[in-house]
Every structure is written in structure tokens, then in C-alpha cells.
């Protein structure tokens, strides 16, 4: 089992920049293929991006070019770098892990964070 929490959330202007980290807890963190996704008031939660235990990333094409997911299993941590922020960025991020290969599905992933707030004001 695996316990994340995301951080980094916050409020930027449109064209600016964070970076969301996903910290989880236990020793079998490399074993998890991880993702971002987002959900904005009123709409489902929508995929953003996943690394795999191999470090192949697939991110959602309207974040192409500006997000970047990236792993540091020494630290078991997974990052989310977002530039060129927009108005329509804005939402609750969360991180997930998969034991099993996940693509952009939030029904294959097995554990959530509590999700990170991005206000992006234009």
C-alpha cells in the first residue's frame, strides 16, 4: 500500500509557472507507474500526465509543451513542472499510483492523494 500527498498548489497569473510534488510513503515506490490528473468545479476529473516505472511519459494533449512529469525514486516523489499556466489550468490536482499499467484512466489507478489547489488568474 501507498499513501501520497501532493504540494506546490497555489494562485499565479496566467504565463506563469509551478511545480506540484507528490510525495509517498512507503519502499515500493519504483513499482508504481504515477499520473496527474485535475478536476475543475462542475467537471470530471480529467487525466494530465503519467510516468511509468520505465520513466515513459504520456501527458494530455492540451498540456503538451508547457507540463513536464518527471520521478525521483530515491526521494519517492513525483513532480508536475507547469508553464505557460491558463485560466482553464486551473483545478485540484491530484497524484495516483498504478501497480498495473494505467494509460488515462482514473479507474485503473489504485491510490489517490488528497489533491493540491492551482488558481490560475488571468
Known amino acids: 500500500q501507498v499513501q501520497l500527498v501532493e504540494s506546490g498548489g497555489g494562485l499565479v497569473q496566467a504565463g506563469g509557472s509551478l511545480r506540484l510534488s507528490c510525495a509517498a510513503s512507503?519502499?515500493?515506490?519504483?513499482?508504481?507507474?504515477m499520473g496527474w490528473f485535475r478536476q475543475a468545479p462542475g467537471k470530471e476529473r480529467e487525466f494530465v500526465a503519467v510516468i511509468m516505472r520505465t520513466g515513459r511519459t504520456a501527458y494530455t494533449e492540451s498540456v503538451k509543451g508547457r507540463f513536464t512529469i518527471s520521478r525521483d525514486n530515491a526521494k519517492n516523489t513525483v513532480y508536475l513542472e507547469m508553464s505557460s499556466l491558463k485560466p482553464e489550468d486551473t483545478a485540484v490536482y491530484y497524484c495516483a499510483a498504478a501497480l498495473q499499467p494505467p494509460g488515462s484512466s482514473p479507474r485503473r489507478y489504485d491510490y489517490w492523494g488528497p489533491g493540491t489547489q492551482v488558481t490560475v488568474s488571468s
Open positions: 512507503g519502499r515500493t515506490f519504483s513499482s508504481y507507474h
